[in-house]
């Protein structure tokens, strides 16, 4: 090198080297890139799973009576510790929409009639559009006796298996009264 700058050589050497470097770093850019969509792809599903299974697990821990009337449908009874009424709500897989809904809350005043607060049974969904779930399936775990025990849940979330299982509670001495599917 002399005192006036680089030469000619210097400085294709400089950027030969340089685009060597860049060559090889910009596939593992790319690479980084995928994997941290990926990763917040993966986090949103366990989000949405999350959710579905909190609403879940609210209805089943604080139930007073659970069936499973079919594979796609879960019926819970439980008692408003307000109004002291039992409430039974619905949880079921829509093939048609994708979605596991929740039926609107009804209400059993005294054991002998059902309403329905607007008049009319809304089905709220669970999952949220973007989130499909491709199946649901509900179940009733039995123990040596034939009294039910767990309630399981399984359902994909965008190619996500998730499976999740609600001990019933047990009221007094007894479980809680299930119908048989």
Sequence with gaps: MNDKGFTLLETVIYLALC???????????YQLAAAADRDTASAARMNEAAFIDRKLYWA????TEAAVPSPSSLVVTMLNGETFKSVILTFAFNDDTRTVARAAVLTITRGDAL????????????????FPITDAAFALQR????????????FTVDSTRFAFRYPLPRHGMFPISCAKP
Excluded: C, R
């Design 115 to 130: 309403a329905s607060p607007n008049g009319a049974m809304q089905a709220t969904a669970l999952n949220a559009p973007s």
């Design 60 to 63: 089943i821990a604080s139930a």
């Design 19 to 29: 685009g060597l470097l860049l060559g090889g770093l910009l596939p593992v850019a």
């Design 143 to 154: 123990d040596e006796h034939d009294a039910p025990v767990a309630v399981t849940v399984t």
